[in-house]
């Protein structure tokens, strides 16, 4: 079953058409990368499904629900996180405090005044905080100020702000962007083993090596149109792929 459906999506610039008639279907459970090269309008995409941007014209649908007109925050409880290209994290406060935070933000009203003060709801999120952060192999720097980290390890407690969430829908805008070739295989390895919950995830990525260790299918865009779908294998091999974006 798809669980996000786009519907002939378009979104013009100032007279540039950043999105052309995008069409895309990600099936639930799957690994669905988003390649092609810069200025392809990838990252557009992705800001209209996290309502970041509003499509001019088509329909973007999640689990059922027309995502379209909704704030970032409606789109985010309804179950859809995602990791920025540049991450976005409270670089003042400590990692555990930062994956408190968006727990906090998709809870209701009521169970934020009360965790706020109730020492057993603090402790239950605490408790989250500190298993998807030992996930992501940062258990060490629980206590660290989260400014001082790594840029690798900056991305991973992105990962771990999202995780936290449980949401059903991940969207990656180049994970290992600026990583080392090391820290760029642990993130693979991290994604792979988040894979194994089930999350549907939808991956921006300039590395090959990453698109081909990770995806179950590729979408390959160029000036603001899907120009090929399919399994790795078959746009591996794809002439349009390789004229577009492997340079032949
Ligand atoms: P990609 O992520 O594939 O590199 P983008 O989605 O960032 O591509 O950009 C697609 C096109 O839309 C580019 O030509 C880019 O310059 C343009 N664009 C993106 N965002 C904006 C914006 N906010 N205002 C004007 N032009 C934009
Ligand atoms: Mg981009």
């Known amino acids: 079953m798809a669980i996000l459906r786009v519907n002939t999506v378009n979104k013009s610039f100032r007279g540039l058409r950043a999105l052309d008639d995008v069409n895309l279907e990600v099936e639930e459970g799957t690994v669905h990368a988003i390649i092609g090269p810069n200025g392809a309008g990838k990252s557009t995409l992705l800001n209209c499904f996290v309502g970041r941007l509003t499509p001019d014209t088509g329909s973007v649908v999640f689990g059922g629900q027309s995502l379209v007109g909704l704030s970032p925050h409606e789109i985010n409880q309804a179950g859809v996180a995602r990791v920025f ?15 408190m935070i968006p727990t906090f933000a998709r809870r209701d009203g009521a169970f934020r005044v009360n965790a706020w003060s109730r020492a057993d709801a603090q402790a239950e999120v605490r408790e989250k905080a500190e298993h998807v952060l030992a996930e992501m192999g940062l258990a060490d720097q629980r206590d660290a100020v989260a400014a001082t980290l790594s ?27 600026g990583m080392s070739r090391a820290d760029t295989n642990r993130t693979i390895e991290l994604l792979q083993r988040i894979g194994e919950r089930g999350i549907t995830k ?30 790795p294998d078959a746009i591996k091999n794809d002439p349009r792929v390789r004229e577009a974006y492997l340079g032949g």
């Open 151 to 177: 840029r690798g390890d900056k991305r991973r407690l992105e990962l771990a702000m999202c995780l936290v969430q449980d949401p059903r829908l991940l969207l990656l805008d180049e994970p290992t962007a």
């Open 202 to 231: 939808i991956i921006i990525e300039h590395d090959m090596h990453v698109v081909f260790s990770l995806a179950d299918r590729i979408s390959v865009m160029a000036q603001g149109s899907v120009i090929a779908e399919g399994e």
């Open 85 to 99: 290209q540049t991450p976005e994290i409270f670089g003042d406060l400590s990692l555990i405090e930062n994956v």
